[in-house]
């Protein structure tokens, strides 16, 4: 019944700071349950931000199967996941970011996510105990760029393992919109589809990998508009 009763005091907490749309305020969320800081009730979040609001594909896309805009509305990524319960919903970046963990998203799940110009670093994921790829998708992942002029563009980079960066099994998608996949270093494959890969934009870039430094189809397909996948080095199969 707490655990109940602390998720609906986070709600009324966040609709409160949503509806006064103050900088002044910050976000709320759930203690942290292994090491609570707070006596185990609610602890400050993020500070709350001018809304980030725009398509999936960052708000200009218009090729392919992507011809029509439906604006959603972004919240910042939280820092905190743990790479085992599965992340959906709509976020953007506000920082440069380490990551704690693996992004993992299950069957039937959405992750729509911006990188705003930021850097989604995985230098955090090659550490022994930790070692993950940066992405594991059983379900969707929309990935955009809607800064793409802030820091040179926003990017994932820093993974230096025996995991694909991206994951992408017989139930995943991947639709790329923008962004970078750049400088990771795998003995597989830089992307890893056995599911559905769509490329709008974006690049895959000056990856190395022992297998295919690009796009390696295990079992998937892959459909590319626009973007590019240029300067990788290492693989010898895929694109």
């Known amino acids: 019944m ?6 609906l005091l986070v709600d009324s907490l966040n609709t409160w700071v949503y509806t006064t749309a103050s900088t002044d305020y910050y976000t709320w969320k759930a203690d942290n349950k292994s090491t609570p800081t707070n006596g185990g009730y609610p602890v400050f979040g993020t500070a709350w931000t001018v809304p980030h609001s725009h398509c999936v594909c960052g708000g200009d896309t218009n090729i392919g199967h992507h011809t ?30 380490t990551m704690p963990a693996r992004i993992y ?16 670093d995985a230098r955090g994921l090659n550490v022994e105990e930790k070692t993950d790829p940066v992405f594991y998708l059983s379900g969707a992942l929309n990935l955009c760029d809607c800064d793409g002029s802030q820091n040179s563009g926003g990017k994932i980079t820093g993974l230096n393992n025996n995991y694909s960066p991206i994951i992408i099994d017989l139930r995943g998608t991947f639709s790329m919109y923008g962004g970078s996949i750049t400088k990771n270093t795998t003995t597989g494959n830089t992307i890893d589809n056995s599911g559905i890969f769509t490329m709008y934009g974006g690049s895959i870039t000056d990856n190395f990998a022992k297998e295919t430094a690009g796009v390696y189809n295990e079992a998937g397909t892959s459909t590319m508009y626009g973007g590019s996948i240029l300067h990788n080095g290492g693989g010898t199969y895929g694109l």
Not at 2 to 7: K, N
Not at 78 to 84: A, R, S, V
Not at 113 to 120: P, S, V
């Open 2 to 7: 707490r655990a109940i009763s602390e998720l």
């Open 105 to 120: 998203i299950a069957e039937g799940k959405t992750m729509n996510l911006c990188l705003n110009g930021y850097k989604l």
């Open 68 to 97: 029509s805009h439906s604006v959603v509305q972004y919240e910042p990524l939280p820092d905190d996941w743990d790479g085992i319960v599965s992340l959906e919903g709509n976020y953007y970046l506000t920082h440069d970011m």
